[in-house]
């Protein structure tokens, strides 16, 4: 349970910048030039904690009683958030349900606070000093004196907005989170406008799972294939995770067709320049066809993708290389993660072996093409061994993130591998 003191360090964490005022029953925030006071009091907190211990809610960022539910949302529609006017309100009158898509309500902020496994990550999301933003205080907050929980949202949260549902009679939360749902799709189809739910903290931030990157580079010392890098520009931009993951495979992708005919004529060399070959030979000449027969590309595409993607890790994803480039981007946790097998997909663990290569090249090739495959066929089976076996998002978008990262590795290492040299 979160005491008025757990707060107070949130808020010297989150607002640095800010002049504070600590005392034993309140905390004071002001900001340089701007003439506005922003307190919370033990009092405050307490109001706020007796109606937080009503939500019954499963997820962070949500609020759920038995006739209220609000669901923090995601759209590329709205950037920032100054008024309190509602975005959208409406009215079922034939099942006695209400919805309201406006800026989230003060109890989901403190919801927030109170549920997130760490709420310091929200200082990712206040930005200061921003003149733009700042500018905009004086609008937001006409009276001298606010609450500290307004300018969470107010600043925290001015790019999303939240939805509340409220009906007449007592349902479930999978009855709101249907409502819900239903609405969202009712949004798209008429904005034409991307909408859906963030139900963790995590979700807020889609780029925020590996460390921050400096502007601070060397210049270009590489030439790269420019459709390759085309693919890893939507990889990086899409907000979408599944298309990002997709993005990263079509790197990989690109070189299967290389690899394939390289092995191909490794292995023709070497069966035509052993000293037992004989083109006079029938049986030799058999044996050279069958070879290059096995590895057909358009015999069984599905296996041999997966073939050519254990031929490309083989040739250029060295163990070694592996764990520097995970480790340098997202820190040792990386590497646990690979110790765990992909629920949704059925991904192996990355088994990691000085004295068995193939062990190494089978394990992570398995785990990636398992993966993208659970993506890409997403299709209901009846099959107790195959339904489950498939990426559902929101569900599944946690454990996605963590294969992002490892699929984003190794196609860097395959685009760097790849490339020339100036």
């Known amino acids: 349970m979160m005491t008025f003191n757990d707060i107070k360090n949130i808020i010297r964490e989150i607002f640095k910048a800010w002049e504070i005022e600590d005392a034993e029953d309140i905390i004071k925030l002001t900001y340089k030039s701007i003439d506005k006071l922003f307190i919370l009091t033990n009092d405050d907190f307490d109001k706020y904690t007796e109606q937080d211990k009503l939500n019954h809610a499963d997820a962070s960022l949500e609020v759920f009683r038995d006739d209220y539910y609000e669901v923090l949302l995601r759209s590329d529609l709205y950037m920032y958030n100054f008024d309190d006017e509602d975005t959208d309100n409406c009215t079922d009158n034939l099942n006695g349900i209400t919805y309201r898509y406006s800026a989230i309500s003060d109890e989901l902020v403190f919801s927030i606070l109170c549920r997130s496994e760490n709420p310091y990550m929200l200082s990712e999301l206040l930005r200061f000093p921003s003149s733009f933003v700042l500018a905009k205080i004086d609008a937001m907050f006409p009276n001298k004196e606010n609450s500290i929980i307004a300018l969470f949202s107010k600043l925290l949260f001015r790019r999303y907005y939240s939805l509340k549902i409220e009906s007449k009679t007592k349902i479930s939360l999978s009855k709101f989170q249907s409502y819900m749902y239903a609405y969202v799709y009712t949004f798209m189809?008429?904005?034409?406008?991307?909408?859906?739910?963030?139900?963790?903290?995590?979700?807020?931030?889609?780029?925020?799972?590996?460390?921050?990157?400096?502007?601070?580079?060397?210049?270009?010392?590489?030439?790269?294939?420019?459709?390759?890098?085309?693919?890893?520009?939507?990889?990086?931009?899409?907000?979408?995770?599944?298309?990002?993951?997709?993005?990263?495979?079509?790197?990989?992708?690109?070189?299967?067709?290389?690899?394939?005919?390289?092995?191909?004529?490794?292995?023709?060399?070497?069966?035509?320049?052993?000293?037992?070959?004989?083109?006079?030979?029938?049986?030799?000449?058999?044996?050279?066809?069958?070879?290059?027969?096995?590895?057909?590309?358009?015999k069984d595409i599905a296996i041999n993708e997966k073939n050519a993607l254990c031929l490309l890790i083989k040739k250029h994803v060295?163990?070694?290389?592996?764990?520097?480039?995970?480790?340098?981007?997202?820190?040792?946790?990386?590497?646990?993660?690979?110790?765990?097998?992909?629920?949704?997909?059925?991904?192996?663990?990355?088994?990691?072996?000085?004295?068995?290569?193939?062990?190494?090249?089978?394990?992570?090739?398995?785990?990636?093409?398992?993966?993208?495959?659970?993506?890409?066929?997403?299709?209901?089976?009846?099959?107790?061994?195959?339904?489950?076996?498939?990426?559902?998002?929101?569900?599944?978008?946690?454990?996605?993130?963590?294969?992002?990262?490892?699929?984003?590795?190794?196609?860097?290492?395959?685009?760097?591998?790849?490339?020339?040299?100036?």
């Not at 030439?223 to 899409?238: D, M, T």
């Not at 290389?321 to 997202?330: G, I, P, Q």
């Open 318 to 422: 060295s163990q070694d290389t592996l764990k520097e480039r995970l480790t340098d981007r997202y820190g040792e946790p990386a590497l646990d993660t690979l110790n765990i097998e992909v629920n949704f997909s059925g991904g192996n663990i990355v088994i990691f072996s000085k004295k068995d290569e193939e062990q190494y090249v089978n394990s992570l090739a398995n785990r990636i093409y398992k993966t993208r495959n659970a993506i890409v066929h997403s299709k209901e089976s009846l099959t107790e061994e195959k339904k489950n076996k498939k990426y559902k998002p929101i569900r599944d978008d946690q454990e996605l993130l963590l294969e992002i990262s490892l699929i984003q590795v190794v196609a860097e290492i395959i685009l760097n591998e790849t490339s020339k040299d100036l």
């Open 189 to 298: 189809f008429n904005t034409q406008t991307s909408l859906f739910p963030c139900f963790d903290i995590k979700e807020l931030f889609p780029q925020r799972h590996f460390r921050r990157k400096s502007k601070d580079f060397d210049y270009p010392k590489k030439i790269y294939n420019q459709e390759l890098i085309s693919y890893y520009n939507e990889a990086i931009s899409s907000t979408i995770l599944s298309h990002k993951y997709l993005s990263f495979y079509h790197i990989i992708e690109y070189f299967y067709e290389n690899i394939f005919m390289e092995d191909q004529i490794e292995k023709a060399k070497e069966i035509i320049t052993d000293v037992s070959f004989s083109y006079k030979r029938s049986k030799d000449i058999a044996k050279l066809i069958k070879s290059i027969q096995i590895k057909s590309i358009d």
